[in-house]
């Protein structure tokens, strides 16, 4: 049935938007204080990432991670959990609510209901540079789920076995010694590390593109409360024309922890304190 455009289409289309969640209030996350313990962190771990697979490791509150393109261009699925009680995790949805479409410096990654807090604060970032594209895209998204075998299967009929949601889940199994029960209800949406996406203008769909991500680049995370992070090798490569597949070049990501020689004091990461009637 063909629906006749009504007189007035115009008129709606105009209507001004207006921003959901107005962020002015929000606690600020003192970048410059950040920087200045930064400045006497020495590094205290590392963990590389091999192409096609995932990896845990661990943050303690107050110190800084940094995940980097080390042999070639490399888009990286990164889940957050807390390490008191991994049931409190990265919340994909509410961070873009709250801070856009893609991240960078100054944002943060939130987490779940009922906490509701700040779980790591992005502190640099080499790629900032990049904006918005002509296409509408950007880097590091949270519009993205993650790529998965479920979606696969049903789009392509055949099982794939090293999309970001089965590496992130096996990693997790690992980590936390549970079985894929317990650990696949706790992989959820991720940052899309370095990936460059955005939604097309004529159709509105999810796209990705070439990552603008080159050997060294970077991006570096203060951790607001002691984090386990997940973090997987996208089999896409740099996503420029694969999703999902042994065809695509794929390189590693190296993740190394900082401690800085204090600790800075950060009365925002408690637990948000909204209570029920």
């Known amino acids: 049935m063909t629906h006749i455009t009504p007189d007035d289409a115009a008129a709606r289309r105009a209507v ?6 107005p962020n002015e209030t929000l606690p600020d996350p003192d970048l410059p204080g950040l920087q200045a313990i930064r400045l006497t962190a020495r590094k205290a771990g590392e963990c590389m990432i091999p ?11 107050g110190h800084f991670f940094r995940i980097t393109s080390v042999e070639g261009p490399q ?6 959990w807390s ?5 409190e995790r990265f919340y994909s949805g509410k961070t873009r609510a709250l801070h856009g479409s ?30 918005i594209d002509e296409y509408g895209g950007s880097v590091h998204d949270v519009i993205g789920t993650r790529c998965d075998p ?19 889940v096996n990693a ?35 796209f990705m593109k070439a990552s603008p991500v080159r050997p060294g680049d970077y991006i570096e995370f203060f951790a607001e409360i002691d984090l386990i992070g997940g973090l997987s090798a996208c089999p896409g490569g740099d996503c420029g024309s694969a999703h999902s597949s042994d065809a695509a070049a794929c390189h590693p ?24 009637p």
């Not at 888009?75 to 957050?80: A, C, E, K, P, W």
């Open 253 to 276: 990501l190296l993740v190394e922890i900082y401690a800085p020689a204090q600790t800075m004091v950060r009365p925002q990461s408690g637990p948000n304190d909204y209570r029920w």
């Open 75 to 80: 888009v990286g699925d990164l889940n957050l």
């Open 150 to 168: 479920y979606t696969h299967h049903l789009l392509n009929g055949h099982d794939y076995h090293h999309c970001c949601h089965s590496n992130l």
């Open 172 to 206: 997790l199994m690992a980590e936390l010694n549970l079985i894929r029960g317990e650990a696949e209800p706790l992989v959820h949406d991720v940052l899309n590390v370095f990936m460059c996406t955005g939604f097309t203008r004529d159709t509105g769909q999810y």
């Open 102 to 131: 893609h991240l960078t410096r100054g944002a943060r990654m939130w987490s779940s209901f009922p906490h509701l807090r700040p779980m790591a604060t992005v502190t640099q970032d080499t790629l900032e540079w990049y904006g």
């Open 83 to 87: 390490a008191a009680a991994p049931q």
């Open 16 to 21: 001004r938007p207006v921003i959901c969640y």
């Open 51 to 61: 192409p096609r697979e995932a990896r845990c490791f661990h943050v303690p509150a």
